[in-house]
């Protein structure tokens, strides 16, 4: 009997527009032979399914199931493609795990550190891992804007310390912008970090394993004429994604194998995509770890399992399969 699976999308922040089209994006990648699918949209005080006749039907919070037709049903498989929360940041992961439904990403604790960008780096960066220096602000607090360019140089980029898409990021290259980027900052979320510019090549390292494999994706590399990789260059076409990136074999496989060791420091599952600056001494300086990727048509992770020659039904197959043999 095929299994029924929900690709989650929605949330509760700004990010909702690219999680939708991310849902569309895995309604055509993950095997409708195989799976049953439907599209999942959790809001904050609206949870529905989208049902094949074109209607949508209450989920039941209780055990996540819903009805179809009069019939109750009950989803096996969840695939989350919520960018932000509740998706993102663990508190769906810890849902699913109390009434045992089996997910693709990673669990709630990994995802709650990943999703706060501070707390990750930080502590990423006591096993090794090079950041970039930053200084985090919470609600109400104010920083110095002398203190701040004495520490971080200029430019420096100022963001929500929970969120992505670039909202509510500004690369700030004056100190008289500062002030104005932390207040665009906070109207995004209640913490913000202020972080070190660093110069040089961008690119992206996708990873997923299982218990039969570890796969390291060719690496993107990210051009774009704006002033950073904001929300324009993500999802307006104002960016090169060049994949397989343009730099030595032996940069990639150094990348790889960062990318693999920070999967395995964190107890990551499912798929990954992390980011990093390559310095122009040849020092890769990591990012972001982001644990659930955009998946639309055109973002880096289909492009990085076209590039590998790897069909992504299969990918999407095995993710699903692996997550589910966990659960026995």
């Known amino acids: 009997m095929k299994k029924n699976v929900a690709i989650i999308a929605g949330g509760d922040s700004s990010e909702i527009v690219i999680s939708l089209k991310s849902a569309a994006g895995l309604s055509t990648f993950i095997d409708k032979e195989r799976y049953n699918l439907y599209i999942a949209i959790l809001k904050k005080n609206e949870w529905i399914v989208e049902l ?7 989920i039941d919070k209780n055990n996540f199931s819903f009805q179809e037709k009069g019939v109750g049903k009950k989803f096996d498989f969840a695939y989350i493609t919520i960018h932000g929360t509740p998706g ?17 990403s990673c669990n709630a604790l990994v995802s709650a550190i990943t999703f706060n960008k501070f707390v990750c780096n930080n502590y990423l960066k006591g096993f090794g891992v090079k950041v ?27 963001k929500p310390n929970v969120g992505g898409s670039s909202f509510g990021t500004t690369k700030v290259k004056s100190a008289g912008q500062l002030q104005e980027a932390i207040a665009h900052a906070f109207a995004e979320g209640e913490e913000v970090i202020l972080e070190q510019f660093i110069a040089g090549t961008e690119v992206t390292s996708g990873c997923y394993k299982t218990k039969e494999k570890a796969v390291l994706l060719p ?19 104002q960016v ?8 030595s074999s032996e940069m990639t496989a150094k990348i790889q194998e960062e990318t693999s060791r920070i999967y395995d420091l964190l107890g990551a599952t499912g798929i990954i995509r992390i980011d990093y600056i390559i ?28 590039a590998a020659g790897l069909d992504i039904k299969s990918v999407m197959t095995e993710i699903i399969e692996d997550a589910l043999l966990r659960r026995k």
């Open 52 to 58: 094949p006749d074109g209607t949508n039907t209450v």
């Open 88 to 104: 993102e940041d663990g508190r769906l992961q810890g849902y699913f795990d109390m009434i045992g439904m089996p997910y693709s």
């Open 132 to 158: 970039a220096d930053s200084i985090r602000l919470f609600g109400g607090e104010s920083a110095d804007t002398d203190e701040v360019v004495s520490r971080l140089g200029l430019p420096l980029f100022v």
């Open 219 to 237: 690496l993107t590399e990210v051009v774009t004429d704006n002033e950073f990789f904001d929300f324009d260059a993500k999802y307006n076409g």
């Open 240 to 247: 090169d994604e060049i994949t397989p990136a343009r730099i």
């Open 279 to 306: 310095q122009a001494t040849g020092e890769p300086v990591m990012l972001e770890v982001n644990t659930t990727p955009g998946m639309t048509t055109t973002s880096f992770i289909p492009q990085q399992i076209h």
